[in-house]
Protein backbone atom coordinates (compact mmCIF):
# COMPACT_ATOMS: atom_id res chain seq x y z
CA UNK A 1 0.00 0.00 0.00
CA UNK A 2 1.11 3.10 -0.84
CA UNK A 3 1.12 6.15 1.33
CA UNK A 4 1.31 9.78 0.06
CA UNK A 5 2.41 12.62 2.01
CA UNK A 6 1.23 16.18 1.61
CA UNK A 7 3.36 19.18 2.64
CA UNK A 8 2.04 22.59 2.27
CA UNK A 9 3.27 25.05 1.29
CA UNK A 10 4.73 26.68 4.40
CA UNK A 11 6.31 23.33 5.93
CA UNK A 12 9.78 23.02 5.17
CA UNK A 13 11.42 19.93 4.08
CA UNK A 14 14.36 18.64 6.15
CA UNK A 15 16.62 16.14 4.80
CA UNK A 16 20.64 14.97 4.43
CA UNK A 17 21.61 18.36 3.27
CA UNK A 18 20.32 20.18 6.16
CA UNK A 19 22.00 17.91 8.19
CA UNK A 20 24.98 18.53 6.48
CA UNK A 21 24.45 22.46 7.42
CA UNK A 22 23.76 22.33 10.91
CA UNK A 23 26.69 19.48 11.73
CA UNK A 24 29.44 22.34 9.63
CA UNK A 25 28.16 25.35 11.97
CA UNK A 26 27.96 23.19 14.83
CA UNK A 27 31.33 22.36 14.33
CA UNK A 28 32.49 25.45 13.57
CA UNK A 29 30.94 27.18 17.09
CA UNK A 30 32.34 24.03 19.22
CA UNK A 31 35.82 25.19 17.33
CA UNK A 32 35.63 28.78 18.50
CA UNK A 33 34.69 28.12 21.60
CA UNK A 34 37.72 25.92 22.56
CA UNK A 35 40.44 28.39 21.05
CA UNK A 36 38.85 30.97 23.02
CA UNK A 37 39.36 28.52 26.37
CA UNK A 38 42.54 28.03 25.25
CA UNK A 39 44.04 31.59 24.48
CA UNK A 40 42.12 32.30 27.39
CA UNK A 41 43.72 29.82 29.63
CA UNK A 42 47.27 30.75 28.14
CA UNK A 43 46.37 34.46 28.86
CA UNK A 44 45.32 33.89 32.82
CA UNK A 45 48.79 31.49 33.01
CA UNK A 46 51.04 33.75 32.06
CA UNK A 47 49.29 37.16 33.49
CA UNK A 48 49.60 35.41 36.92
CA UNK A 49 53.47 34.59 36.51
CA UNK A 50 53.80 38.19 35.38
CA UNK A 51 52.07 39.68 38.31
CA UNK A 52 54.13 37.54 40.89
CA UNK A 53 57.66 38.61 39.49
CA UNK A 54 56.54 41.98 40.07
CA UNK A 55 55.47 41.41 43.78
CA UNK A 56 57.80 38.74 44.59
CA UNK A 57 61.05 39.92 46.69
CA UNK A 58 64.36 39.07 46.11
CA UNK A 59 65.72 36.30 48.09
CA UNK A 60 68.04 37.60 51.06
CA UNK A 61 70.29 35.19 52.68
CA UNK A 62 68.93 33.76 56.13
CA UNK A 63 70.88 34.99 58.77
CA UNK A 64 70.39 33.73 62.21
CA UNK A 65 70.97 35.56 65.30
CA UNK A 66 72.34 34.04 68.54
CA UNK A 67 73.47 34.79 71.81
CA UNK A 68 76.83 33.29 73.75
CA UNK A 69 74.53 32.35 76.28
CA UNK A 70 72.85 29.92 73.64
CA UNK A 71 75.73 27.98 72.44
CA UNK A 72 77.33 24.95 74.35
CA UNK A 73 80.15 24.49 76.66
CA UNK A 74 83.66 24.19 74.52
CA UNK A 75 85.01 20.98 74.79
CA UNK A 76 87.52 20.63 77.69
CA UNK A 77 91.15 20.80 76.88
CA UNK A 78 92.31 18.30 79.81
CA UNK A 79 89.87 15.81 80.07
CA UNK A 80 90.48 14.70 76.35
CA UNK A 81 90.57 10.70 76.04
CA UNK A 82 93.82 8.41 76.09
CA UNK A 83 95.22 8.01 72.82
CA UNK A 84 94.97 3.94 71.77
CA UNK A 85 98.40 2.11 71.95
CA UNK A 86 99.43 0.29 69.29
CA UNK A 87 100.96 -3.48 70.36
CA UNK A 88 104.22 -3.97 68.96
CA UNK A 89 105.17 -7.89 67.84
CA UNK A 90 108.65 -7.54 67.61
CA UNK A 91 111.00 -5.63 69.99
CA UNK A 92 112.69 -2.46 68.61
CA UNK A 93 116.41 -2.60 66.86
CA UNK A 94 118.58 0.10 68.42
CA UNK A 95 119.60 2.11 65.74
CA UNK A 96 123.20 1.78 64.81
CA UNK A 97 123.73 4.87 62.76
CA UNK A 98 123.08 8.87 63.55
CA UNK A 99 124.18 8.87 67.01
CA UNK A 100 124.89 12.17 68.20
CA UNK A 101 128.45 12.99 68.88
CA UNK A 102 128.95 15.86 72.10
CA UNK A 103 131.22 18.57 71.39
CA UNK A 104 132.79 21.39 72.60
CA UNK A 105 130.80 24.03 73.54
CA UNK A 106 131.06 26.91 71.22
CA UNK A 107 132.99 30.05 72.26
CA UNK A 108 130.46 33.07 73.68
CA UNK A 109 131.12 36.54 74.14
CA UNK A 110 130.01 37.08 77.70
CA UNK A 111 129.75 40.95 77.38
CA UNK A 112 127.26 39.62 74.08
CA UNK A 113 123.29 40.69 75.36
CA UNK A 114 120.48 40.56 73.26
CA UNK A 115 117.98 43.56 72.70
CA UNK A 116 115.06 43.57 74.06
CA UNK A 117 111.75 44.99 72.66
CA UNK A 118 112.20 48.41 73.46
CA UNK A 119 115.02 48.52 72.20
CA UNK A 120 114.41 47.21 69.02
CA UNK A 121 111.48 48.89 68.45
CA UNK A 122 113.03 52.50 69.16
CA UNK A 123 115.48 51.57 66.02
CA UNK A 124 114.89 53.84 63.21
CA UNK A 125 113.70 51.64 60.12
CA UNK A 126 115.43 51.91 56.82
CA UNK A 127 114.79 55.55 54.98
CA UNK A 128 114.24 56.32 51.37
CA UNK A 129 117.74 57.60 49.82
CA UNK A 130 117.32 60.78 48.36
CA UNK A 131 120.17 59.82 45.42
CA UNK A 132 118.63 56.44 44.72
CA UNK A 133 116.58 56.29 41.57
CA UNK A 134 112.86 55.82 41.50
CA UNK A 135 109.99 56.73 43.21
CA UNK A 136 109.35 54.93 46.55
CA UNK A 137 106.13 54.84 47.95
CA UNK A 138 104.98 53.30 51.58
CA UNK A 139 101.37 53.36 52.49
CA UNK A 140 100.18 51.96 55.77
CA UNK A 141 98.29 48.59 55.60
CA UNK A 142 94.76 48.66 54.74
CA UNK A 143 92.70 46.87 56.70
CA UNK A 144 89.47 46.07 55.01
CA UNK A 145 86.38 45.33 57.10
CA UNK A 146 83.55 44.75 54.77
CA UNK A 147 81.37 41.63 54.23
CA UNK A 148 80.79 40.09 51.36
CA UNK A 149 77.56 40.30 49.91
CA UNK A 150 76.22 36.97 50.37
CA UNK A 151 78.43 36.25 53.08
CA UNK A 152 76.78 34.93 56.60
CA UNK A 153 77.01 37.73 59.39
CA UNK A 154 75.92 36.90 62.65
CA UNK A 155 74.25 40.22 64.39
CA UNK A 156 73.00 40.67 67.93
CA UNK A 157 70.76 43.49 66.86
CA UNK A 158 69.80 44.45 63.34
CA UNK A 159 70.05 48.08 61.73
CA UNK A 160 67.10 50.27 61.84
CA UNK A 161 66.37 52.96 59.52
CA UNK A 162 66.42 56.33 61.48
CA UNK A 163 66.24 58.34 58.06
CA UNK A 164 64.57 57.71 54.93
CA UNK A 165 64.51 59.90 51.60
CA UNK A 166 62.28 58.90 49.04
CA UNK A 167 63.79 58.87 45.11
CA UNK A 168 62.62 61.22 42.42
CA UNK A 169 60.55 60.43 39.93
CA UNK A 170 62.43 60.35 36.61
CA UNK A 171 60.78 62.77 34.41
CA UNK A 172 61.20 60.45 31.01
CA UNK A 173 59.49 57.85 32.86
CA UNK A 174 56.82 60.14 34.74
CA UNK A 175 56.20 61.47 30.91
CA UNK A 176 55.89 58.01 29.41
CA UNK A 177 53.84 56.94 32.11
CA UNK A 178 56.16 54.09 33.13
CA UNK A 179 55.95 52.38 36.59
CA UNK A 180 58.25 50.03 38.32
CA UNK A 181 60.78 48.93 41.52
CA UNK A 182 63.73 48.39 42.52
CA UNK A 183 65.25 46.25 45.14
CA UNK A 184 68.75 47.44 46.39
CA UNK A 185 71.06 45.97 48.98
CA UNK A 186 72.92 48.77 51.33
CA UNK A 187 76.11 48.32 53.12
CA UNK A 188 74.99 50.56 56.76
CA UNK A 189 78.71 50.97 58.41
CA UNK A 190 79.87 51.20 62.16
CA UNK A 191 79.13 54.88 62.02
CA UNK A 192 75.28 53.97 60.54
CA UNK A 193 75.94 55.63 56.98
CA UNK A 194 75.26 53.88 53.91
CA UNK A 195 79.16 53.14 52.24
CA UNK A 196 77.82 50.83 49.13
CA UNK A 197 75.10 50.14 47.41
CA UNK A 198 74.08 47.14 45.28
CA UNK A 199 71.07 47.06 42.50
CA UNK A 200 69.41 43.27 43.22
CA UNK A 201 66.42 43.41 41.42
CA UNK A 202 64.82 46.36 38.80
CA UNK A 203 61.65 45.85 37.18
CA UNK A 204 61.91 47.68 34.08
CA UNK A 205 65.51 47.87 33.53
CA UNK A 206 68.02 50.95 33.27
CA UNK A 207 65.12 53.44 34.10
CA UNK A 208 64.74 53.72 38.01
CA UNK A 209 68.62 52.18 39.63
CA UNK A 210 70.22 55.48 39.05
CA UNK A 211 67.50 57.35 41.25
CA UNK A 212 67.32 54.44 43.85
CA UNK A 213 70.77 54.22 44.23
CA UNK A 214 71.16 57.98 45.00
CA UNK A 215 68.23 57.78 47.32
CA UNK A 216 69.41 55.19 49.62
CA UNK A 217 73.10 56.56 49.80
CA UNK A 218 71.19 59.41 51.62
CA UNK A 219 69.44 56.91 54.16
CA UNK A 220 70.52 56.83 57.63
CA UNK A 221 70.17 53.75 60.14
CA UNK A 222 71.50 52.59 63.53
CA UNK A 223 74.42 50.43 63.26
CA UNK A 224 74.41 46.78 63.62
CA UNK A 225 75.77 45.34 67.07
CA UNK A 226 77.41 42.33 67.92
CA UNK A 227 79.87 41.57 70.76
CA UNK A 228 78.57 44.96 72.10
CA UNK A 229 80.15 46.82 69.30
CA UNK A 230 78.81 48.25 66.37
CA UNK A 231 79.43 46.12 62.76
CA UNK A 232 78.72 46.57 59.23
CA UNK A 233 76.17 45.20 57.63
CA UNK A 234 74.05 44.67 54.69
CA UNK A 235 70.42 45.57 54.36
CA UNK A 236 67.82 44.99 51.88
CA UNK A 237 65.59 48.03 50.72
CA UNK A 238 62.38 48.33 48.64
CA UNK A 239 61.85 51.13 46.32
CA UNK A 240 58.63 51.34 44.32
CA UNK A 241 57.56 54.42 41.61
CA UNK A 242 54.10 54.82 40.88
CA UNK A 243 52.32 57.41 38.79
CA UNK A 244 48.73 57.94 40.62
CA UNK A 245 51.29 59.61 44.04
CA UNK A 246 53.85 60.77 41.34
CA UNK A 247 56.66 59.84 43.49
CA UNK A 248 58.53 56.85 44.44
CA UNK A 249 58.64 55.10 48.02
Do not use: H
Not at 155 to 173: D, G, N
Not at 228 to 247: E, H, M, R
Request: charged share 20%; with cysteine.
Amino acid sequence: MNIDILMTPGQLTYGRSELKEVYRRNLMRAFTIAAAFQFAGIGTYYGVKYIQEQTEEPRAPMVRIMKYSELGPPPSLTNTAPLPTLGVSATAVKPSIGIPVPVPDAQVNPEQTIASQQELAAVAGPTENANAGGNVKVDQDVIIDEPGIDEFLPVEKEPQIVKSVSPKYPEIARLAGIEGSVWVKVLVGKDGKPKKVVVLKEAPKGIFSEAAVEAAMQFLFTPAIMNAGPVACWVAIPFKFTIKSGQAS
